[in-house]
Each structure stands twice: as structure tokens, then as C-alpha cells.
């Protein structure tokens, strides 16, 4: 049974050129673009270029209905701009000249543009509007906005030439576009790219949301017909007598979150800098494979007496269930503790800085502990080791939180499992056939990079997330000064679990913090971006 009316836009060249309010390049088109390509179209269909009226009732249950999901071919920035010459607004002056008898030429006056747009992997963007059982009103202007959606012929700048269509679809036939739907790329959309290359640039799928973090477009709201019909208007009659009348903006809009399965939903935190409680005496660092641990377990009791207030202290600050101080709750549920070693392009030195790090969502909690964390004491078996103070952000604190594509580890992953099952270990010690322990051998890095895609899920991130990044592992360091991962001392009860450095390429640029493993909480895991050079001090 079709579930969802699918309005199907398909771009002619690869480019485009669509800005949105923001005026930086826009990909996918947003639903509100798309909307006035359709209002256009179906003026044009319908002979209306004065009065809207055939498709207004389409047009009008069209507007009503929630976000729908856009489904969008992959697209990269253009590598290289063009420059246009854009005449200026000045043909009062030129025909002036003109009038006294004067030499003078339009193309005297222009201005400078330079062009970067999008270069697509694909050629077909897809709206999918759910449809309710009980929506009959939508099979009465079924036909006719298909109709409109046929008769699309640019989305974007005028060099954007399109074609769309519209149809209804069941969940099945959804769930297949990225792959069978939208992916025709062939070589001619990726001029010199070899069968795996052209393989990489699947269809993205984009999802509504409410987190204001996330990527804005602009939807159309019950009204903006209205507004478009108006603003039309006062386009025709700009000119009145000797007077200009300025066309005023589209205005009845909002603007909805969208988010790629893709990305993950940021993370709120924040920074403290580590100082000493004696004005006189030098900062305290310390060593980052051995003190990773209790540097965590000393920020974690000092946010506790900062917190007594809260009704799930022991759940949110601690991570334990109030009834079984022992118990851990599941992943995303509490504060991450994540001390910071200095990174600079020598190397990953010890820790002088820490972040605390909440669940998607819980802004409030991170703001509270802002504000009342500083000058709060680390203090171990009575001695004071430090003290907290605000961090402003500095490159040290940009490596860990900006965004990257790639990122490698600076404490390692613990594994949320065994990687080497005791019978392989015993198989592997016993039988020295060389091909043997080849397979056994593919048969644990198998069940590693199972352990670390689990570890991605379990730290909150999603499937598509996990199953999409590629990984490398190993028990030395992805950078210098990066210790063997066996030689970080543990929390005791993670001491059993295999422990590897890791360095991740997402899919898209990813944005930080990220800590994944058994010891997330503790600041093992600790991932930084690995794009390049590390940030300056």
C-alpha cells in the first residue's frame, strides 16, 4: 500500500548552484526551494502567470504537511570558481547619458562574481511526504501535482536545468532509493573516476529534527502560498508612475533541523584548565598512561560536590543505579570525564586540561557545571592535586572538539569484548601451518573490528555511522608521543579487556568530542582529529 508521496527532482548536469538564506551554497535543495519551483511550474502548466488558481488547493494541502525526508545524491564543494561580470543597476545613469547626448555603455558598469558550486555524485534529490491511511484529500490532488512536478524545469540558478516527477511509494520501495533509486552516476557524472571510486558517493539520506544544532532548511508553512502569491504580486507592480517599489522578501517560512544518518548529534561540554592552588608554584601536568585514570576519577568527585542537588546524582554524575552503587547504567546516559593531553606537531605530551562531555540534549546539565566548577579542588587521599579553572578555547582544546573526517586516538579503545577467543589463542599457539594461523589470525581481526563498529554504537552513535566509517587498529600509536596501548593504567575492572589505538575516516566530517570503548567515561578512548597537522598551542 503506497505510505508516502515522493516528489523526485533530477538535475540535468552535474552542479548546482543554490544558495540558502544564509547565502552559502545549499545541498540538498531545501523543501522551501523546492515548493517554489513547483508554484512556478504550476503557473506555467496552467497558463496562470498573473493569478494562481487551478493547483491552489494542491499547492495549499502540499504546504500543510510535516517536513518531509529529503533523500539526496552526495556532493562535494567545486574545487576551482568561475567569475562572472554581473551588470550593475544603472541604467537610469547610462540612458541619461544617453538623453544629454553622451557616450556611454552598460557593460561599463559591472561587478565581479565569483562562483564555487556543488559538484554532485549523483543527479536525483527525493521529498518523501508520509501519507496517513486516512488521508483521502491527497488522492484528490494526486494528479495534479504530479502534473506540476513534471512540468519543473530549473531548481536553483537558471543554469540548473532539471526535470522532476512525482509518485507514491510503499516503506519498501523507500527503504531501496538510496542504493537503487538515486544512485546513477556512470561516468559521465564523475569524469575520470574507476568503478570503486564511483561506488564511494551513494545516496544521503536527511531526516528532520529538533535539535536546533543541526543543518537548517527552510519549509514551507501553511501561509507561504499566500506570500508567494503576494510577493508575485507586488513584483508586477513595481513600477508605479516615475517610483520604484521594492518586492519585499518571502517571509512565511521556518526553518527545520535536518540531519544526514550520517552525522552524529553534537555533544554539549565543557573545558576547564588544570592550575595549581599556590599562586607561586608551576601548573600541575601528569602523565597521561599512567594518571589517565585518576585524573577522570578526581574531575568526576569534584563535579559530584558541585551536583548533591540533582535527584540522579548517582546515575547522571556517577553512572551507577542508585540501588546498585555497582550497577552501570546504558551508554549515553551520564557525564563523560575526558582529561586532555597536550597535542602540538611534536607529539601528544601529558595532561593539563580536561572536558566533561554530556548526552545530546542535555545543554543544561553542561551550563550548570560551567558555572560552578571552577575553582572547585581535585583532592586524592586528602592531598590536593590541582584546581579547576575556565578554559577559553585554545588549539590544544580545538583538536579534540572541531570537525574532521579522520580521527586517531590519544588514550586507546578498550574493547567492549574479547578479540581473541580462548580456543583460537589455543589453536593459534598449538598448529604452526602458516596458513592456518592466516585464517585464525583474519578470524580475530574480524571480531575486532566488530568490537570497535559495537563500540561506536554503544557510545551513542548510529548504525549507519558505525557501518560506514573505515578503521585501522593497532597497539602502537597513530602519532608521536602516543604510548603501546597495553602500557595505560586501567580502571580494575577493565583491566580484562584487550585494549588497541585506532584511527576512524567517517563518512562525513565528523564533529568532536568522541570517546568510544569500555572506558569512555574515564577518558580512555579519547579520539582527536587527524586531518593533518595538529593545532598550534
Request: net charge positive.
Amino acid at each position: 500500500m503506497p505510505t508516502h508521496f515522493c516528489l523526485t527532482i533530477r538535475f540535468l548536469q552535474p552542479f548546482s548552484h543554490g544558495r540558502g538564506g544564509d547565502g552559502e551554497p545549499e545541498w540538498p535543495p531545501s523543501p522551501l526551494r523546492v515548493f517554489q519551483a513547483l508554484t512556478a511550474a504550476a503557473a506555467a502548466r496552467w497558463n496562470e502567470r498573473m493569478q494562481l488558481a487551478y493547483a491552489v488547493p494542491a499547492l495549499r494541502w502540499l504546504e500543510r504537511q510535516p517536513p518531509p525526508s529529503i533523500i539526496a545524491a552526495a556532493s562535494v564543494p567545486a574545487t576551482a570558481k568561475y567569475r562572472m561580470y554581473v551588470p550593475d543597476n544603472v541604467a537610469d545613469k547610462v540612458a541619461a547619458a544617453w538623453s544629454g547626448g553622451r557616450e556611454a555603455s552598460i557593460a561599463d558598469y559591472r561587478t565581479e562574481k565569483d562562483v564555487r558550486p556543488r559538484n554532485l555524485m549523483g543527479e536525483a534529490v527525493c521529498y518523501v511526504f508520509p501519507l496517513t491511511a486516512s488521508d483521502r484529500e491527497f488522492e484528490e490532488h494526486r494528479n495534479t501535482l504530479s502534473a506540476a512536478a513534471r512540468s519543473i524545469t530549473h531548481l536553483g540558478w537558471g543554469v540548473d536545468m532539471v526535470t522532476g516527477n512525482a509518485t507514491v511509494a510503499s516503506d519498501e520501495e523507500v527503504a531501496k532509493y538510496p542504493g537503487d533509486f538515486l544512485t546513477v552516476l556512470g561516468r559521465r557524472r564523475c569524469l575520470v573516476a574507476s568503478d570503486e571510486e564511483v561506488a564511494k558517493y551513494p545516496g544521503e539520506r536527511w531526516q528532520p529534527t529538533d535539535d536546533t544544532a543541526a543543518n537548517g532548511f527552510r519549509v514551507p508553512m501553511e501561509g507561504t502560498l499566500n506570500d508567494l502569491v503576494s510577493k508575485h504580486t507586488a513584483s508586477l507592480n513595481r513600477l508605479s508612475g516615475d517610483t520604484f517599489l521594492p518586492v519585499p522578501p518571502l517571509s512565511v517560512f521556518r526553518v527545520v533541523g535536518y540531519r544526514r544518518e550520517t552525522d552524529a548529534a553534537p555533544r554539549p561540554w565543557a573545558a576547564f584548565r588544570i592550575v595549581s592552588t599556590d599562586p607561586d608554584a608551576p601548573n600541575p601536568s601528569f602523565d597521561t598512561a599512567l594518571r589517565c585514570r585518576d585524573v577522570a576519577a578526581w574531575v568526576r568527585n569534584a563535579t559530584s560536590a558541585i551536583c548533591q542537588s540533582w535527584p540522579d546524582l548517582a546515575r547522571f554524575v556517577h553512572g551507577h543505579d542508585a540501588a546498585d552503587d555497582k550497577k552501570p547504567l546504558k551508554a549515553d546516559e551520564r557525564f563523560m570525564y575526558l582529561p586532555l593531553p597536550t597535542i602540538n606537531p611534536l607529539g601528544v605530551e601529558s595532561i593539563r586540561r580536561v572536558l566533561i562531555v554530556a548526552p545530546p540534549g542535555f545543554q543544561d546539565r553542561i551550563d550548570w557545571v560551567r558555572r560552578r566548577l571552577p575553582g572547585q579542588e581535585l583532592v586524592f587521599d586528602g592531598e590536593t592535586k590541582g584546581m579547576l579553572t575556565d578554559l577559553k578555547p585554545d588549539g590544544v582544546l580545538r583538536n579534540y572538539t572541531r570537525e574532521s573526517p579522520i580521527w586517531s586516538t590519544v588514550t586507546p579503545v578498550i574493547l567492549p569484548g574479547y578479540d581473541d577467543p580462548d580456543h583460537i589463542r589455543t589453536r593459534l599457539r598449538t598448529n604452526r601451518d602458516a596458513s592456518v594461523q592466516k585464517r585464525l589470525l583474519a578470524q580475530i581481526d574480524s571480531r575486532i573490528e566488530g568490537l570497535l563498529r559495537k563500540a561506536i554504537k554503544q557510545a551513542g552513535y548510529g548504525t549507519e555511522i558505525a557501518d560506514s566509517a573505515q578503521l585501522e587498529w593497532r597497539k602502537a600509536g597513530f602519532r608521536p608521543g602516543v604510548d603501546l596501548a597495553h602500557r595505560y593504567v586501567r580502571p580494575e575492572n577493565l583491566q580484562k579487556f584487550p585494549a588497541y589505538h585506532v584511527r576512524i575516516r567517517f563518512a562525513n566530517p565528523f564533529q568532536g568530542p568522541m570517546a568510544l570503548g569500555a572506558g569512555r567515561y574515564r577518558g580512555f578512548g579519547l579520539f582527536a582529529a587527524d586531518d593533518g597537522t595538529p593545532t598550534r598551542k
